[in-house]
């Protein structure tokens, strides 16, 4: 199976038909209890607690198994493990790598609840955070290792502010360290092979393209070497995390269909994102793809596609204001949280929407697009008719009510959860 194109791996992962009763599909197992021939069988199979067997409902049954060799499959790693939601693939893997007085470094474009996460729980249980630029360079990152640095994550592109990150460099210098390196690896699902490039922990949001209908909220945590498994199991089975299988099931069907939705939705976005350059709304477009995009270098060398989530900056003459007015008046794009689904949404957000005070600013506020399998043309024509709508507000200053600090405050509360 292994000179397979990708195309032909995801069809097969994870499938034993025997299993299944010669069905094409992994079966849906729900349960808690497994029962045991005698009291020996129980003993010895609950020595196997890190191998993927079904044990008790919390170790998973052969649908979470199926999925975990699918999830593996796709990042090129050897072990997964599937997780309540994207937001515990990140907080299972740093409980159980870190320690008290352990130091961690993020980068400051990181997706909020991660930020959120280490500011007010990690630094309850002793362990510390510095945020790092994420496009710094590799004598800078030096510079901000401790000795109790234990773990260097990574976000690439991140999801606001898109800046893509060198990721074999920050590799090397956590491993030069010994420290291990982790990666929210949502965007670059099928695009970006982590363990080619030094990440020894990936996560994804399975609730974005892998679900891909906009109906599950689930995470996948995949490693490639039997240690960090070790850990990353223990950890997990400790915390009791579990994932819903009726979910798990979903995300088996949506995988199958992955790769033809994301390239639709890739080749959408890119359209619409090239598009977007051209408009004189449009101060700059944020597309790994497009060299406007800053760490649009480490995307050319590193990744081999994109997906369908990107931002725009708008030119300064257009306040919060004028921008959710232009958002509201979309009739394809809807107004909510996450991605990866199969329709289209746009979000006002922010360069600062979580960031560490002073780190600037792209200079005018942002739209995050992300674009489904609509027709390219009725999105075109959707953004042209809220473009005039945007035109037409641009004298509407920020001094305003609706834009007082209050607002401000609930809006950077309701921008970091997506
Ligand atoms: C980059 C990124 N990582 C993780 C998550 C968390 O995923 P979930 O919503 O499944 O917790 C999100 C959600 O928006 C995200 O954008």
Redo the contacts with the bound molecule.
């Keep these: 199976m292994s000179n397979d194109h990708f195309e032909t791996k995801l069809v097969l992962a994870g499938r034993r038909p025997v299993k299944s009763h010669g069905y094409v599909n992994p079966k849906l197992v729900r349960g808690s209890t497994v029962l045991y021939p005698s009291c020996a069988d129980r003993r010895e199979i609950g020595k196997r607690r890190l191998e993927q067997e079904e044990i008790y409902g919390l170790y998973g049954s052969e649908t979470h198994f199926a999925l975990e060799a699918v999830v593996s499959e796709i990042e090129g790693g050897t072990h997964c493990q599937i997780v309540s939601?994207?937001?515990?693939a990140?907080t299972v893997p740093l409980l159980a790598f870190l320690k008290s007085g352990d130091h961690v470094l993020i980068p400051d474009s990181v997706?909020g609840?991660t930020r959120r996460f280490c500011d007010t729980v990690l630094v309850r249980y002793g362990v510390t955070t510095t945020y790092y630029d994420p496009m710094v360079i590799e004598p800078a990152l030096r510079a901000l290792i401790a000795p109790e640095t234990k773990v260097i994550f990574a976000?690439s592109p991140g999801?606001h502010s898109f800046e893509v990150q060198d990721v074999p460099m920050l590799s090397r210098v956590a491993h030069a360290h010994g420290a291990k390196l982790f990666m929210?690896n949502?965007?670059g699902i099928c695009t970006f092979q982590p363990f080619r490039h030094g990440v020894d922990v990936s996560i994804q949001?399975l609730?974005?393209y892998i679900g891909g209908h906009s109906d599950i909220?689930?995470?996948a945590i995949t490693v490639a070497t039997e240690q960090d498994w070790a850990w990353l199991r223990t950890g997990a089975l400790d915390l009791g995390q579990y994932a819903s299988p009726d979910d798990c099931w979903l995300a088996l069907r949506g995988a199958r269909t992955l790769n033809v939705r994301l390239d639709q939705q890739a080749a959408n976005a890119l359209t619409i994102a090239r598009w977007l350059a051209d408009r004189p709304e449009v101060q700059r477009v944020l597309h790994p793809a497009l060299p406007s995009c800053p760490g649009h270098e480490f995307w050319k060398r590193d990744f081999t596609g994109a997906c369908g989530l990107f931002g725009i900056v708008l030119n300064p003459t257009f306040d919060y204001g004028a921008v959710t007015a232009m958002v509201d008046s979309l009739r394809l794009f809807g107004i909510g949280?996450?991605?990866g689904g199969y329709e289209s949404l746009a979000l006002p957000t922010s360069f600062t929407i979580s960031r560490s005070e002073g780190t600037g600013s792209f200079g005018g506020e942002m739209l995050r697009l992300q674009i489904g399998l609509e027709h390219v043309n009725d999105l075109i024509a959707d953004l042209e008719a809220g473009l005039s709508v945007l035109r037409g507000q641009a004298h509407i200053t920020c001094s305003s009510p609706p834009c007082m600090a209050g607002e401000l405050e609930d809006r950077r509360g309701v921008e970091q959860a997506?």
Aim: aromatic content about 14%.
């Design positions: 939601s994207g937001l515990a990140i997706y609840p976000e999801s929210d949502t965007w949001a609730t974005k909220v689930l995470g949280a996450s991605w997506q």
